[in-house]
């Protein structure tokens, strides 16, 4: 189909760092496929990855109105509100993400960083601590790892000093 071979052009230019191309070819795809939620999806990254923030959350609220149980959309749109500065906008839309996919490790991490930026990093710790008991990721260590320095522990945390270590190895 020649929506196909749009979205994968689309991607692949995304991949090469031409993203005026990138979000051409997206285009092109949603013009012969109005409904494509994985085009707009990924011309939402496009479009975020080029410094258009308003635009690529537009592209991830279509994609949401076609497919709401779209948790990556929801993802991206979290991570794009909390960058134009609408964190409680953000949380919510990371929330709904990981509602539908409860294991959704970037969801997770980027609910962790938000709390951490927001001066909450005991609750960015439980966050990340849950991400690391689905998946042991460089990523959520390090997460980890930068919330728990904000954190001053008791002789009752022994478990979270455990999961440090494991963290820092």
Known sequence: DDEEVQYNLGS???NLGRLDEAAAGYRRALALKP?????HNNLGNTLKDMG?????AASYR??????????EAHCNLGNTLNELGQPVDAEASLRRALQIKPDFIEALNSLALLHNAQGDPATALNVVYHS????????????????????????D??????????ALT
């Open 12 to 14: 692949t230019l995304h």
């Open 52 to 56: 258009r923030l308003d635009e690529a």
């Open 62 to 71: 279509r994609a949401l109105q076609i497919r709401p149980d779209y948790a």
């Open 35 to 39: 409904n494509y939620v994985e085009a």
């Open 132 to 155: 690391l008991h689905f998946r042991e990721t460089a990523e959520a260590k390090n997460i980890f790892v930068a919330c728990a320095k904000h954190l001053h522990f008791t002789q």
């Open 157 to 166: 945390d022994s478990a979270i000093r455990t999961d440090m270590v494991r």
